[in-house]
């Protein structure tokens, strides 16, 4: 009888002892999975507008959380769209796309938010394009004219770039043409 119970209070220790140590990995296991939480990305939009499809050239935020505060990178796995990230917080990300040479529709496009720490979101996916909208003539002033005349063309979408002298070549002397 007395071994017996000295193997119960053995054992009784020996649970206790064990069932220390697994609290103690339980907690390290928990405090693990805190730090490597992957990043989540919710939305991928324009700065300005909310669209799926993202202008090549323009700034646009990604949202979603987990991505730290210390600045890690937003990787284009295709690889055929350079992105350059002007901001970053915890729950958004400000980027611009550089350098491409002229692309004008680029997409789907699998990117992912690597952290700081190296751990990497799922992948989401994102159109790039690059829309190119014509001048809308609103009005010419005058409304005749005579060659050598000063025109006044009012529209938009003519572009950022300061205006330069156009031409106007008749294609028949009574009616002149613009050129472009």
């Not at 050239?57 to 990604?62: L, T």
């Not at 991505?67 to 970053?88: M, P, T």
């Amino acid at each position: 009888m007395e071994i017996s119970k000295f193997m119960k209070k053995i054992f009784s220790a020996t649970m206790a002892v064990f069932l220390a140590i697994s609290v103690l990995f339980i907690s390290r296991g928990i405090l693990f999975a805190e730090e490597t939480t992957k990043p989540v990305v919710n939305t991928a939009f324009y700065a300005t507008n909310y669209h799926y499809f993202i202008d090549i050239d323009a700034s646009f935020k990604i949202y979603g959380s987990g991505f730290g505060d210390i600045q890690g990178n937003v990787i284009n796995i295709d690889k055929n769209i350079n992105l350059l990230v002007q901001s970053w917080s915890d729950t958004s990300i400000k980027m611009v796309t550089i350098n491409n040479n002229g692309t004008v529709s680029v997409g789907p496009n699998n990117l992912i938010v690597r952290t700081s720490d190296g751990i990497d979101s799922e992948q989401f996916i994102v159109t790039f394009e690059k829309y190119w909208i014509g001048p809308n003539i609103l009005s010419i002033s005058p409304a005749i004219i005579n060659l050598g005349d000063q025109v006044e063309i009012i529209g938009e979408n003519f572009g950022d770039s300061q205006p330069v002298d156009c031409p106007i070549i008749p294609s028949n002397p009574a009616v002149p043409v613009q050129v472009y």
